[in-house]
């Protein structure tokens, strides 16, 4: 592109995403994805450095942790950032007594639908609050429950899924609800041109996570990281349910042993069942505490093989280390050549 050409396409973009932005409060509506390990103060503060919405992971951490997970990314950014709140988490209130003493300004809630009063809570202490929906139905009575902005997920997505893909949600979602509340996409975004095409959709920005963790500021181990690079789209599989009276969540990662240690792990949890060892709810718990320490034994450990490696199917556009603010730039540079292009 040459300087007059890419002004075009650039001065589309800010257009396009200036709801975003505004909501959110930075220069580029990108919010990172919560990754449980990866999205802690290094990364999240890197990507509110450089224009774009850090958000941090609270996935299992007490409440002692998440507060100071706050105070250490705050000492790295004075720009804005979210938090990753999970709705069944037991401490869940606690979690959000947390965010509003530090003032944190975005509450992201994943999950599920919200606990009753927890709306009102987070909003009453002056934080948006972001919800995730799976589905028109779910995102339908969301805004009518006080939402402030929406990310909409499909299957591509790494880590915990829902069943539909993210071009079917988008289109779904976006168009009787986009002037509603501003709507995230994610899930399978890899490349600016997908970021120019929901937003020309009506989204009011994306979220990508896949893309960011082999970004120099991310504290996964080289392992994970070299596992990312060699990747392509088809190696990033979803694990299987073995027994349906274990509503297991599925689960979008990189094949290899632990997806079958996985399917090991339904059975011994199924048969607990049957044995009227645990209940209902212990046994569900015990597959999210599986999944919290596979992960780890992978992210922080650099054990690729029997810990869990979760990434999206837009890892195959994932081919080598960079910095935040390039990757960023790479992005945007991207969406700002496709929206120049379909201008003419």
């Not at 600016?192 to 009506?202: N, V």
Request: hydrophobic content about 45%; overall charge negative.
């Amino acid at each position: 592109m040459n300087d007059v050409t890419s002004s075009i396409g650039r001065d589309r973009l800010a257009r396009l995403m200036r709801r975003g932005t505004d909501f959110l409060g930075c220069e580029v509506a990108v919010m990172g994805g919560a990754m449980s390990w990866i999205s802690e103060r290094n990364l999240v503060s890197a990507l509110s450095n450089a224009g774009a919405f850090g958000v941090i992971a609270c996935g299992a951490m007490t409440p002692d942790l998440l507060e100071t997970e706050i105070a250490e990314t705050k000492r790295r950014t004075s720009k804005p950032f979210g938090v990753n709140l999970i709705t069944m988490h037991p401490a869940l209130s606690e979690l959000i007594d947390v965010c509003a003493r530090h003032q944190v300004g975005h509450v992201v809630l994943a999950g599920g639908l919200p606990p009753a009063g927890s709306i009102d809570r987070i909003k009453g202490n002056g934080a948006k609050l972001i919800c995730f929906a799976p589905a028109l139905a779910l995102a339908k009575k969301l805004v009518r429950s006080g939402v402030d902005a929406l990310v909409i997920e499909g299957m591509e997505a790494g880590g915990h899924i829902g069943p539909v893909s993210t071009s079917v949600l988008a289109q779904e979602i976006l168009p009787p609800l986009a002037q509603e509340v501003p709507i995230f996409v994610a899930g399978g975004i890899g490349h600016g041109g997908l970021i120019a095409g929901y937003l020309e959709m009506g989204a009011a920005g994306v979220q990508l996570g896949t893309r960011f963790v082999c970004a120099h500021e991310c504290i996964a181990h080289p392992n994970f990281k070299k596992a990312f690079i060699r990747a392509s789209a088809r190696d990033a599989i979803t694990s299987v349910q073995i027994d349906p009276r274990l509503p297991v969540i599925p689960v979008r990662a990189l094949k290899n042993r632990e997806m079958e240690s996985f399917a090991a792990k339904q059975r011994e949890v199924a048969q607990l069942l049957d044995e009227e060892k645990v209940e209902m709810a212990e046994a569900q718990l015990q597959i999210e505490h599986y999944w919290a320490g596979a992960l780890r034994r992978a992210v922080i450990e650099g054990d690729v093989e029997t810990g869990s490696v979760m990434a999206g199917q837009s890892v195959g556009m994932v081919r080598e280390e960079a910095g935040v603010a390039e990757i960023l730039a790479q992005l945007t540079n991207e969406a700002a050549h496709a929206l120049e292009r379909r201008s003419v």
